[in-house]
């Protein structure tokens, strides 16, 4: 074999070689990024499942309670009360009478 045919040979060679280690690299970080996606979803899932129905003042677990046609979160420990998105608009929604009536009964007066 000539030293031009080796060369080419070799050339070619390094160019295949350079193209397997890209291919390789891109499919490592593509797994890297999907396993750093999903240990964050499972990271994500925990903290939901730790603070789910939680008080967030002291902790203890929330229950719901449904007042007139609107569902509240109360905590079983300390009776403070928390509204979900949406829940205060409907709450302001009411008429003035209505309105009077249902924080009434939310605070249990």
Do not use: Y
Not at 5 to 33: C, G, L, V
Not at 36 to 49: I, P, V
Not at 68 to 87: K, P, Q, Y
């Amino acid at each position: 074999m000539d030293d031009i045919s080796k060369k080419r040979e070799d050339d070619w060679f390094h160019k295949n070689e350079e193209q397997m280690i890209a291919a390789a690299r891109e499919a490592r970080e593509k797994r890297e990024r999907e396993r750093a996606a999903q240990e964050q979803a499972a990271e994500r899932d925990k903290l939901k499942a730790t603070h789910f129905m939680k008080c967030p003042k002291c902790g203890h677990d929330l229950r719901e309670e449904a007042i007139g046609d609107v569902t509240v979160d109360r905590c079983s420990f300390c009776e403070g009360i928390f509204l979900d998105a949406g829940e205060m608009e409907k709450i302001f929604a009411k008429r003035e009478d209505d309105r009077k009536g249902l924080l009434k009964r939310l605070i249990g007066l």
